[in-house]
């Protein structure tokens, strides 16, 4: 049942409705993006794995995502958290979302645990049987093929059902050490299975987050998924990773403004004003820690 936005994350009133921002020119082929940084420097990202890549992008702050949150969370409300799966069940359901919207790969992950129980059965399998009941997802036998590399791992495979039950006693470093380590699990991936299943404070940059991002100016105009993960990972706040990851995704399928070619995956619950208009990234120099730019200040989305 949806929860109502606290009052407490609510824009103060009477606030004026922050200038439009001026509309960016897209740099010519094999140039960097010449959007500059909110603090007024280089956005130049870092290249090493792990690193921040944007140390001088202050967007968002913490107030900002916290109003983000506000905002959504007035229009699509706050869902109650999906029943935790384990830890190996939720990577399964992970890699079947790859390429394919929620609803489709939930409709594969259903098939392929009603047709096949546990991961024992998947594993030994007749060939082709764990594709048919997963193919309405697309690329049936790749996504299959990764899935049975992680079940004959040997951190995988115990004396009895495959588990990774075991990683909840490890560090955050550990989790991402290990599964990343598995063929097709990317960055995302990780993320969702620590923050939906473990419980840890991680933020998943998928297709809408990113794209939402990059409209409201707290990302650099040509920022990767991993670059973005990394910087929005360190900015948004551990207390509401996963409100703000889940109602960025869920705006994203139903605003035509927010929506990635105008194209809503919902359109049953279109909205008819997007309520992050006027949310965006910093107009002046401020540094990174500084947590009172007042919401005049800063730019449309």
């Not at 929860?3 to 960016?24: D, F, I, L, M, V």
């Not at 007035?74 to 869902?79: F, Q, R, S």
């Not at 987050?209 to 929005?232: D, T």
């Not at 208009?277 to 401020?286: C, F, K, R």
């Amino acid at each position: 049942m949806a929860k109502p936005a606290t009052a407490t994350t609510r824009a103060p009133a009477g606030r004026k409705t922050p200038a439009k921002a001026k509309k960016e020119t897209k740099p010519k082929s094999g140039t960097a993006s010449k959007k500059k940084a909110p603090a007024g420097k280089k956005a130049t990202a870092s290249k090493k794995k792990g690193e921040e890549p944007y140390p001088n992008w202050a967007a968002p702050t913490p107030s900002v995502a916290l109003e983000a949150v506000a905002r959504l969370a007035a229009v699509h409300g706050i869902k109650d958290p999906p029943p935790r799966k384990t830890i190996l069940d939720s990577l399964v359901r992970t890699i079947l979302s790859q390429n394919t919207t929620d609803k489709t790969s939930a409709v594969a992950f259903a098939r392929l645990k009603e047709g096949l129980p546990t991961w024992t059965e998947v594993l030994h399998a007749a060939e082709g049987v764990a594709e048919e009941l997963v193919r309405c997802g697309g690329l049936a036998e790749v996504k299959m093929e990764r899935v049975r590399l992680i079940l004959r791992d040997k951190r995988v495979r115990t004396s009895g059902e495959p588990s990774l039950e075991w990683l909840h006693g490890k560090s955050d470093e550990e989790v991402k050490r290990v599964l990343t380590s598995f063929k097709g699990v990317g960055p995302k991936t990780v993320a969702c299975v620590m923050m939906f299943t473990m419980g840890r404070a991680e933020f998943p940059v998928d297709t809408h987050v990113l794209h939402i991002g990059i409209k409201l100016g707290w990302l650099p105009a040509n920022a990767s998924r991993e670059q973005a993960y990394e910087h929005l990972n360190r900015r948004v706040p551990d207390a509401c990773k996963l409100d703000l990851h889940v109602l960025l995704v869920e705006h994203g399928k139903c605003c035509t403004r927010c929506a990635k070619n105008g194209k809503l995956q919902k359109k049953e619950c279109a909205v008819d004003r997007c309520p992050l208009v006027g949310l965006g990234a910093p107009a002046s120099d401020s540094d990174s820690s500084d947590d009172d730019v007042p919401l005049s200040e800063w730019k449309s989305a």
